[in-house]
């Protein structure tokens, strides 16, 4: 159990307990993260460097080590609360002088009360996961100092994990996190690549920007809606689950009207596309002849996959 007790804490101890009684299954880890690192060299170039394998089971491992055993929060995480989530670097370029170059897709997930079912909660692909590591090198860090671009990475993500876990439980209460993550991205800004603010909207500082940007406090609040409301009880409500979730729609399209092009908008309907087909596929017609028109302007990538609802 959690020793600093906020509202967050209590709903997430009782729903992963509720979670156990009914059949869960649950990975215990140490600390608050529970991330899984898998590394694949098959897009190395022939021409690099590859190494032997050992190099990136340790990389791997340490990486693992560093997110899961790291304490990030003041709160004190037991066993079935740890959060879930996977680390997956794909390598494209790798070096003997350790220089790494990659993409990588880092993805969050959080029970659902009632269910065996995990939501998604984050699903993001960074392009610019470019590090150096020398076999042996301990991984340090500190909140107020850039120390290298690995650990700078790794840290971001923890944070950006908690900020979102706890957003779904809490309304806003993800917010110390977020911030936090922001802090990250100030203090790696001499390092540029995905730090820095850019064309490219799906980089680290746009993400970190989202979640704290103003115009956008009401996605952050109804992130809270979506899970603690709406989905936790989908399973006993599903047609008042699906009213909120409805209600939560409209609101990104009208802040989406205001604010277009965020990454938020992406990163929400890649973890949700195929949820929110799964929901609405049980919906009568009529909820289903309203709401489609709003998935297919808000996330046109799943258009064709939205309209077969209708049929």
């Not at 989530?85 to 350790?98: D, N, P, R, V």
């Amino acid at each position: 159990m959690k020793n600093n007790i906020s509202p967050k804490n209590i709903v997430r101890n009782t729903l992963l307990v509720l979670c156990c009684i009914a059949g869960f299954s649950i990975i215990v880890k140490a600390q608050e993260i529970n991330c899984r690192v898998s590394i694949s060299t098959d897009q190395i170039q022939v021409n690099e460097q590859r190494g032997t394998t050992q190099i990136y089971n340790e990389l791997q491992n340490v990486m693992q080590e560093f997110m899961n055993n790291r304490r990030w929060t003041n709160d004190n995480f037991s066993p079935e609360e740890k959060i879930n989530c996977s680390l997956s670097i794909i390598l494209t370029k790798a070096t003997a002088a350790g220089e790494f170059e990659a993409n990588a897709r880092f993805q969050v997930t959080r029970p659902v009360y009632g269910t065996a079912y995990e939501t998604v909660l984050l699903n993001y692909v960074d392009r610019n996961f470019v590090f150096k590591y020398i076999s042996g090198t301990p991984l340090t860090y500190n909140d107020n100092n850039y120390n290298d671009n690995l650990t700078q990475i790794l840290a971001f993500y923890s944070y950006v994990a908690l900020a979102y876990d706890y957003d779904s439980f809490e309304k806003m209460g993800g917010l110390n996190y977020a911030q936090k993550a922001l802090n990250v991205v100030n203090i790696a800004q001499t390092a540029g690549g995905g730090w820095v603010a850019s064309n490219d909207i799906r980089n680290r500082y746009w993400l970190a920007e989202n979640l704290l940007n103003q115009q956008l406090l009401s996605l952050r609040e109804g992130f809270y809606t979506y899970h603690r409301l709406a989905l936790d009880t989908y399973a006993t409500d599903p047609t008042a689950s699906r009213k909120l979730i409805s209600d939560y729609l409209n609101t990104i399209k009208q802040v989406n009207q205001n604010r277009p092009g965020q990454v938020w908008f992406r990163l929400f309907f890649e973890a949700k596309s195929t949820e929110l087909l799964n929901i609405y596929g049980d919906a009568s017609l009529d909820e289903r002849k309203k709401v489609v028109p709003i998935l297919t302007s808000l996330d046109p990538t799943n258009s064709e996959a939205y309209r077969k609802l209708l049929k």
